[in-house]
């Protein structure tokens, strides 16, 4: 059984960072590609960023991009998302997801692609 276990939300000031993680278990990490999507009150989950197989492709919704970076090591099973600068229109919850069907080098941004989520992380930025 596959798990996904996110941790590192809270409330920051506009401006600030925070550093989100997600720490897998139960599969094949290395093959899985990676994402992050964050959904706000009342709107719906979308993506933010995605990562290949190895990390050495990415991708960002274009709202996050020059602000978040995300990462991965295959070797400890966890998924990292580096958010600096932050507004509070960036204020959501935000999970992580496995898809376990893509190819090496394919980043798939629909919800629907992704096999496994996590619980949520809130993200909380104040102005």
């Known amino acids: 059984q596959v798990q996904l276990v996110e941790s590192g939300g809270g409330l920051v000031q506009a401006g600030g960072s925070l550093r989100l993680s997600c720490a897998v278990s139960?599969?094949?990490?290395?093959?899985?590609?990676m994402a992050w999507f964050r959904q706000a009150p009342g709107q719906e989950r979308e993506f933010v960023a995605g990562?290949?197989?190895?990390?050495?492709?990415?991708y960002y919704t274009d709202s996050v991009k020059g602000r978040f970076t995300i990462s991965r090591d295959n070797a400890k099973n966890t998924v990292y998302l580096q958010m600096n600068s932050l507004k509070p229109e960036d204020t959501a919850v935000y999970y992580c997801?496995?898809?376990?069907?893509?190819?090496?080098?394919?980043?798939?941004?629909?919800?629907?692609?992704?096999?496994?989520w996590g619980q949520g992380t809130q993200v909380t930025v104040s102005s």
């Open positions: 990562s290949s197989w190895s990390g050495g492709k990415m």
């Open positions: 139960g599969g094949t990490f290395s093959h899985y590609t």
């Open positions: 997801a496995a898809d376990r069907k893509s190819s090496a080098f394919l980043i798939n941004t629909r919800i629907n692609s992704y096999d496994y």
